[in-house]
């Protein structure tokens, strides 16, 4: 789950110098792929889609979905294409990485707007997960006489949609664990501050809140690290902050309470008087009920489609215990702790690893999980 970079505009001049002979489905899909991660935390809940228009191996326009109730990647690549270029529109091809709506939600459907400008060819990778589409965009294109071709780069399409795939389907957040670990597979120490990773991995850190709807840690990580909980180490928006204090013992003085403009959900088994502060959204949950899947019913309730787990250990294995997460991201530090608490552990299917100074980081996908897309 990485945004786009300034290598896009490099890699469409790329695209555009080569031969006809070179240039297939899966290039142009691959771009829109490009295109769809620069959506990625600003889109949430809805999924990261990109599109281009290509003509006689040129592209004419290309889009990608910007933000939250803003136009859809097919709006965006059509508004794009120049003046001089809108009459070849009907003879060219529409690449999308996802099929295109056909029901009405924050922005009309895409297939009325394909359909009025005439195009006849439309190219995708997946189909929607949404019971209200699933098949019936491109069946409706289908019955209007366009041409579709699907399964582009299918794996990668869905890959691609996986949180918005549990949203839609699970009424829950997508849930990203992360945490890092010594050498021999601590944690941390019980009620003491200790720094594992390597300084450079804290802008990746900070790149992972910023592509979190909101981040969730409990009242042991605040009390002992008193964290902000903020995107300073690379460009983003702040994520929304969730805090679990079954106790209700904190206080309004932890930097997680800053009343700094960003949404704050508190969770207790109890009402905490001293955090009945306005800019706080206060949830008291039931005892004797599941205290993670209260809070993830409430999350997905306001429109919270990714969720990050940050701290601590003892939150993140009730978590895995539950079964109730989705991908996990470990970095694993040279730190030579041998003693205190031991990190959670998880079993899964590798689907990346990188290098960010001495530490390994090492994203992980729960297999267990029901195949949703």
Same mark, same amino acid.
């Given at each position: 789950?990485?945004?786009?970079?300034?290598?896009?505009?490099?890699?469409?001049?790329?695209?555009?110098?080569?031969?006809?002979?070179?240039?297939?489905?899966?290039?142009?899909?691959?771009?829109?792929?490009?295109?769809?991660?620069?959506?990625?935390?600003?889109?949430?809940?809805?999924?990261?889609?990109?599109?281009?228009?290509?003509?006689?191996?040129?592209?004419?326009?290309?889009?990608?979905?910007?933000?939250?109730?803003?136009?859809?990647?097919?709006?965006?690549?059509?508004?794009?294409?120049?003046?001089?270029?809108?009459?070849?529109?009907?003879?060219?091809?529409?690449?999308?990485?996802?099929?295109?709506?056909?029901?009405?939600?924050?922005?009309?459907?895409?297939?009325?707007?394909?359909?009025?400008?005439?195009?006849?060819?439309?190219?995708?990778?997946?189909?929607?997960?949404?019971?209200?589409?699933?098949?019936?965009?491109?069946?409706?294109?289908?019955?209007?006489?366009?041409?579709?071709?699907? #399964? =582009?780069? &299918? +794996?990668?399409?869905?890959?691609?949609?996986?949180?918005?795939? !549990?949203?839609?389907?699970? @009424? *829950?957040?997508?849930?990203?664990?992360?945490?890092?670990?010594?050498?021999?597979?601590?944690? #941390? =120490?019980? &009620? +003491?501050?200790?720094?594992?990773?390597?300084?450079?991995?804290? !802008?990746?850190?900070?790149? @992972? *809140?910023?592509?979190?709807?909101?981040?969730?840690?409990?009242?042991?990580?605040?009390?002992?690290?008193?964290?902000?909980?903020?995107?300073?180490?690379?460009?983003?928006?702040?994520?929304?902050?969730?805090?679990?204090?079954?106790?209700?013992?904190?206080?309004?003085?932890?930097?997680?309470?800053?009343?700094?403009?960003?949404?704050?959900?508190?969770?207790?088994?109890?009402?905490?008087?001293?955090?009945?502060?306005?800019?706080?959204?206060?949830?008291?949950?039931?005892?004797?009920?599941?205290?993670?899947?209260?809070?993830?019913?409430?999350?997905?309730?306001?429109?919270?489609?990714?969720?990050?787990?940050?701290?601590?250990?003892?939150?993140?294995?009730?978590?895995?215990?539950?079964?109730?997460?989705?991908?996990?991201?470990?970095?694993?530090?040279?730190?030579?702790?041998?003693?205190?608490?031991?990190?959670?552990?998880?079993?899964?299917?590798?689907?990346?690893?990188?290098?960010?100074?001495?530490?390994?980081?090492?994203?992980?996908?729960?297999?267990?999980?029901?195949?949703?897309?």
């Amino acid at each position: 789950m990485t945004p786009g970079s300034g290598m896009d505009e490099i890699h469409l001049l790329i695209f555009v110098c080569m031969s006809a002979t070179a240039l297939t489905d899966t290039t142009w899909m691959s771009r829109c792929f490009d295109l769809a991660r620069r959506g990625i935390g600003r889109v949430s809940p809805n999924p990261p889609v990109g599109a281009l228009l290509v003509y006689q191996d040129r592209i004419l326009g290309e889009g990608y979905h910007q933000y939250y109730g803003g136009p859809h990647a097919e709006v965006n690549a059509l508004f794009a294409v120049s003046d001089q270029d809108r009459h070849l529109i009907p003879d060219s091809t529409l690449y999308v990485s996802l099929e295109p709506c056909c029901i009405t939600g924050k922005t009309p459907p895409c297939t009325d707007l394909i359909l009025k400008e005439g195009i006849r060819d439309v190219r995708v990778s997946t189909t929607d997960p949404n019971p209200l589409v699933a098949g019936q965009g491109l069946n409706h294109l289908r019955n209007h006489g366009v041409r579709i071709t699907g #399964g =582009i780069l &299918e +794996e990668e399409g869905k890959s691609l949609i996986r949180p918005f795939a !549990t949203n839609i389907l699970h @009424q *829950r957040p997508y849930v990203l664990l992360k945490w890092a670990q010594s050498r021999w597979g601590y944690a #941390g =120490i019980a &009620e +003491e501050q200790v720094w594992l990773s390597d300084p450079l991995t804290k !802008t990746w850190s900070h790149s @992972q *809140r910023a592509q979190a709807d909101a981040i969730l840690v409990g009242a042991r990580t605040v009390s002992t690290d008193d964290p902000a909980l903020t995107v300073r180490e690379f460009p983003g928006r702040s994520p929304s902050r969730v805090i679990f204090d079954p106790n209700g013992r904190l206080g309004p003085g932890c930097r997680v309470f800053t009343d700094d403009g960003c949404p704050i959900y508190y969770f207790a088994f109890k009402t905490n008087p001293d955090l009945q502060l306005q800019h706080i959204t206060s949830i008291v949950i039931n005892p004797e009920q599941d205290a993670f899947s209260q809070m993830l019913q409430t999350l997905f309730n306001h429109q919270v489609g990714i969720l990050l787990a940050e701290g601590g250990p003892y939150l993140q294995k009730s978590i895995i215990k539950q079964g109730l997460w989705d991908e996990a991201w470990v970095v694993q530090t040279q730190h030579p702790l041998d003693h205190g608490i031991t990190a959670p552990e998880v079993t899964g299917i590798k689907i990346d690893t990188n290098n960010t100074g001495h530490d390994q980081i090492v994203g992980i996908l729960n297999a267990s999980r029901p195949k949703i897309v």
